[in-house]
């Protein structure tokens, strides 16, 4: 299947620390392809994102965000709730993903200005990852359906959706 990305298409993805992003060895990858910039951004710091913003400024602008970062604590049940928990959840996995797309906004819209003057239909992506506990009936779920039980989570991820 070919992508509707085109070629040299400018794609920043949060999160890349462990998971999915550990999981495409972006270190190695980076050693490789000298397009591919490593850049650490901390969602939860307005500072951080700013910094992101200016080292992956470019005349290009940016093509695709995926907001793949987030936090996933122990204390976030129904049983025994943390506010303390379920505040960090907020803050990181929906006021982060906010913060972030707003910062990127004006990159994103680089790639826009320039594509509706040549008519050539580009695309530009926000993708929010949420994952199988980001589903509003999985949030709910008892420990023997799911051992993941985390409402915390699972509420930060189903705000990402909306």
């Given at each position: 299947?070919?992508?509707?990305l085109?070629?040299?298409?400018?794609?920043?993805?949060?999160?890349?620390?462990?998971?999915?992003g550990?999981?495409?060895?972006?270190?190695?990858?980076?050693?490789?392809?000298?397009?591919?910039?490593?850049?650490?951004?901390?969602?939860?710091?307005?500072?951080?994102?700013?910094?992101?913003?200016?080292?992956?400024?470019?005349?290009?602008?940016l093509?695709?965000?995926?907001?793949?970062?987030?936090?996933?604590?122990?204390?976030?049940?129904?049983?025994?709730?943390?506010?303390?928990?379920?505040?960090?959840?907020?803050?990181?996995?929906?006021?982060?993903?906010?913060?972030?797309?707003?910062?990127?906004?004006?990159?994103?819209?680089?790639?826009?200005?320039?594509?509706?003057?040549?008519?050539?239909?580009?695309?530009?992506?926000?993708?929010?990852?949420?994952?199988?506990l980001?589903?509003?009936?999985?949030?709910?779920?008892?420990?023997?359906?799911?051992?993941?039980?985390?409402?915390?989570?699972?509420?930060?991820?189903?705000?990402?959706?909306?």
């Amino acid at each position: 299947m070919q992508s509707s990305l085109p070629l040299g298409a400018n794609v920043f993805l949060t999160g890349a620390n462990r998971g999915i992003g550990l999981g495409l060895e972006l270190k190695e990858l980076a050693k490789c392809n000298k397009a591919l910039k490593l850049v650490k951004i901390d969602v939860s710091s307005d500072e951080s994102i700013q910094n992101a913003v200016k080292v992956l400024g470019s005349d290009d602008g940016l093509n695709t965000l995926i907001n793949n970062a987030g936090i996933l604590e122990k204390g976030g049940t129904l049983k025994a709730p943390d506010r303390a928990v379920y505040l960090r959840h907020f803050n990181v996995n929906v006021v982060g993903t906010v913060a972030t797309t707003a910062a990127f906004l004006p990159l994103l819209r680089k790639t826009v200005a320039p594509a509706a003057a040549a008519n050539s239909g580009a695309v530009v992506r926000v993708v929010n990852i949420g994952g199988p506990l980001g589903c509003i009936g999985k949030v709910f779920l008892t420990p023997s359906e799911c051992p993941y039980q985390n409402v915390a989570y699972g509420m930060s991820k189903v705000m990402c959706k909306i």
